[in-house]
Antibody, heavy 126, light 107 residues
Framework: EVQLVESGGGLIQPGQSLRLSCTGA????????MAWVRQAPGQGLEWVGL??????????EYAASVQGRFTISRDDSKSIVFLQMDSLKTEDTAVYYC?????????????????WGQGTLVTVSS | DIQMTQSPSSLSASVGDGVTITCRAS??????LAWFRQRPGKAPEPLIY???SLQSGVPPKFSGSGSGTDFALTISSLQPEDFATYYC?????????FGQGTKVEIK
């Protein structure tokens, strides 16, 4: 069974940094693409970014709202994906979910979320 | 960025009813569309990928259709656990984007 467990959330002041971790189990982590999705209180879902596997040089993609402030990295030896969040703003307050990205081909390349963690709450407030 | 627009934003239905939620993309996305169910206080649960393929373990009362810009999620025979918020999401191009959500409430 695929398991994703996020940690590292908490209360942080604007302008400060925080690092979230997501530990995966029950699947081949090093072959997997991983992503982060967030949800502000009472709001919808927002994709944050993605990291590819080493076969794709662990390259990353980010939403414009976090580009240049957030960095996704991975430690395949420990099955952990990180979300480093710098220069935090009050609008970054959200539950942050870690997700696994699965690949298949159905008429077109399909890169889709198939497993989610339980989420960790980040509150940015003075 | 590709905008995803869901209709309706909310709907009321009874246990046993069937409902359909639609999702429109601002440009063509082939069949690169997923659907999720989110119950209050819980993480989203994947339902559909590739517009119409069921995720593993998802009952066939959920079905997806569409291609290009117009998509639909149909839920037959609503059960208590189905009263939740549903989201569509495109992964055709970056940034991946979600619809604003459709809340299905008990009538």
């Amino acid at each position: 069974e695929v398991q994703l467990v996020e940690s590292g959330g908490g209360l942080i002041q604007p302008g400060q940094s925080l690092r979230l971790s997501c530990t995966g189990a029950g699947f081949n982590f090093r072959n997997s693409f991983m992503a982060w999705v967030r949800q502000a209180p009472g709001q919808g879902l927002e994709w944050v970014g993605l990291i590819r596997n080493r076969g794709y040089s662990a390259t990353t993609e980010y939403a414009a709202s976090v580009q240049g402030r957030f960095t996704i990295s991975r430690d395949d030896s420990k099955s952990i994906v990180f979300l480093q969040m710098d220069s935090l703003k009050t609008e970054d307050t959200a539950v942050y979910y870690c997700t696994r990205v699965q690949y298949t081909y159905v008429l077109f390349d399909q890169w889709y979320f198939d497993s989610w963690g339980q989420g960790t709450l980040v509150t940015v407030s003075s | 960025d590709i905008q995803m627009t869901q209709s309706p934003s909310s709907l009321s239905a009874s246990v046993g009813d069937g409902v359909t939620i639609t999702c429109r993309a601002s440009q063509g996305i082939s069949n690169c569309l997923a659907w999720f169910r989110q119950r209050p206080g819980k993480a989203p649960e994947p339902l559909i990928y590739a517009a119409s393929s069921l995720q593993s373990g998802v009952p066939p009362k959920f079905s997806g259709s569409g291609s290009g810009t117009d998509f639909a999620l149909t839920i037959s025979s609503l059960q208590p656990e189905d009263f939740a918020t549903y989201y569509c999401q495109q992964y055709y191009s970056y940034p991946w984007t979600f619809g604003q959500g459709t809340k299905v409430e008990i009538k």
